[in-house]
């Protein structure tokens, strides 16, 4: 197995022309042609990463978020990317990411793997492209039947793990319809608004765009990692479903940098 073939399994799901422009997806570290000893699949591939993969026999790193995205001028362990990349070089490492690929595409994307773990069905994207309903961004779907708000909150923060849900003003309406986009999704609040979603669960709200709700859905920001945790798993299972037996890791670290106190 080479890592060839790893990246066309995943590719043949998410193909690296639905990124986005200002992406860096692709095989950042590393020869196609390697052969594969085993697979450690992660959200972002850091220096903590690139050791377990080591330690656990791993030479290809699958991650969500590229490590590198703008260009690199140097290469002197400065900072923690420049760090990562020469530790994956120096240990014949190679680095693969699938980053707004993945997001834009409708089945085994990351939106529907939110989707499953919160219940929703009836889905489709939120902002389809206009040549195809399948790609595009976000996601919009029904909760099995409606929710109080307040057990709406709790059932988020339990099916998505997460210590802590920022959301804006309850409206004393029950839950049914919600939008949900992994990472910084504040791009769709207007699309969800739109959809008349009753609730938009995403993460990386700034201050000022929670006034933007106007009262009209409520904005649940559970965390830019806590929402795209399950990423991992998706991945695993595309390759998996393709190599039944083949050495397939998920991550043991959280590679989330953002704590709560
Ligand atoms: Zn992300």
Do not use: W
Request: hydrophobic share 40%.
């Amino acid at each position: 197995m080479k890592i060839n073939d790893i990246i066309a399994v995943l590719e043949s799901v998410a193909p690296p022309h639905l990124q986005e422009s200002y992406d860096n997806a692709g095989l950042i570290v590393g020869h196609p042609e390697t052969e594969v000893s085993g697979v450690l699949f992660c959200l972002d591939s850091t220096e903590a990463i690139v050791e377990e993969a080591i330690a656990r026999g791993c030479n290809l790193v699958v991650a969500h978020h590229p490590i590198i995205f703008r260009g690199l001028k140097r290469l002197n362990g400065a900072t923690y990317i420049e760090r990562t990349v020469m530790q994956a070089i120096r240990h014949n490492v190679a680095i693969y990411a699938i980053h707004t690929n993945l997001d834009n595409v409708y089945r085994q994307g990351v939106n529907s793997k939110i989707a499953g773990k919160i219940g929703l069905a009836d889905t489709r994207i939120l902002a389809p492209r206009p040549e195809d309903f399948e790609i595009g961004a976000g996601l919009l779907g029904n909760l099995h039947k409606p929710m109080e708000e307040t057990e709406f909150l709790q059932h988020i923060k339990t099916t998505l793990n997460t210590q802590c849900v920022r959301h804006t003003a309850l409206r004393g309406k029950t839950v049914r319809k919600v939008a949900v986009c992994g990472g910084a999704g504040s791009f769709l609040l207007s699309e969800a608004l739109r959809a008349r979603a009753d609730a938009f669960v995403t993460a990386d709200f700034k201050y000022h765009e929670f006034f933007d709700a106007e009262g009209k859905l409520i904005i649940a920001d559970v965390g830019h990692f806590e929402s795209e945790q399950f990423t991992n798993e998706l991945l695993r299972d595309i390759v998996q479903e393709k190599f039944p037996t083949f050495a397939l890791h998920l991550t043991n670290l959280n590679t989330n940098p953002v704590l709560y106190f």
